[in-house]
T-cell receptor, first 112, second 112 residues
Framework: NAGVTQTPKFQVLKTGQSMTLQCAQD?????MYWYRQDPGMGLRLIYY???????DKGEVPNGYNVSRLNKREFSLRLESAAPSQTSVYFC???????????FGQGTRLTVV | QKEVEQNSGPLSVPEGAIASLNCTYS??????FFWYRQYSGKSPELIMF????GDKEDGRFTAQLNKASQYVSLLIRDSQPSDSATYLC????????????FGSGTRLQVQP
């Protein structure tokens, strides 16, 4: 049972480049999330999807877009990467927004 | 005021002692509370959740919740060096928020 799978695990981008972080879960969860984690700041919510076809902004959505492709997959896109987006990105999923979330292994992104 | 506050630590305890980790939250409407453990370079993993006032025990871990004081804690009995990690407190959403809100974490060091 894979749980939540994220790709890639590591990525280096140049300022202005674009990329998409992929996330898939096999737990039949309804809700999926993208968080970023920076030193001393904990996990901050970027975007949230309550169910297939719906997405909502979180605490720090600027510079990002998301797509809930189907119930399993939730992708995060950086259209024009900036050094401020250097961070560790975690995808997570849960049955619904009030239940425990399970995390992927993370993507360590560096923007130079 | 941050929505979820934790002392960043490090909290240092000797092996075999009880480690006490604390968390306060600002939103009285929150109904679900979670503790995650995160080893350096890894993703958060769920330790416990608690929904009702009082204590909830699971092995060496006890979660305590006091909604009137907006306080949740985690006790780790018989602490082991392998418990050395960052512990994240997470609070479930009320009607206005969409996902778990995390504290910045407390780093625990268990000294052999």
């Amino acid at each position: 049972n894979a749980g939540v799978t994220q790709t890639p695990k590591f990525q280096v981008l140049k300022t202005g480049q674009s990329m998409t972080l992929q996330c898939a879960q096999d737990m039949n969860h309804n809700s999926m999330y993208w968080y970023r984690q920076d030193p001393g700041m904990g996990l901050r919510l970027i975007y949230y999807s309550a169910s297939e076809g719906t997405t909502d902004k979180g605490e720090v959505p600027n510079g990002y877009n998301v797509s809930r492709l189907n119930k399993r997959e939730f992708s995060l896109r950086l259209e024009s990467a900036a050094p401020s987006q250097t961070s560790v990105y975690f995808c997570a999923s849960s049955i619904d927004r009030n239940t425990e979330a399970f995390f992927g292994q993370g993507t360590r992104l560096t923007v130079v | 005021q941050k929505e979820v506050e934790q002392n960043s630590g490090p909290l240092s305890v000797p092996e075999g002692a009880i480690a006490s980790l604390n968390c306060t939250y600002s939103d009285r409407g929150s109904q679900s509370f979670f503790w995650y453990r995160q080893y350096s370079g890894k993703s958060p993993e769920l330790i416990m959740f608690i929904y009702s006032n009082g204590d909830k025990e699971d092995g060496r871990f006890t979660a305590q919740l006091n909604k009137a004081s907006q306080y949740v804690s985690l006790l780790i009995r018989d602490s082991q060096p392998s418990d050395s990690a960052t512990y994240l407190c997470a609070v479930g959403p009320d009607t206005g928020r969409r996902a778990l809100t995390f504290g910045s974490g407390t780093r625990l060091q268990v000294q052999p």
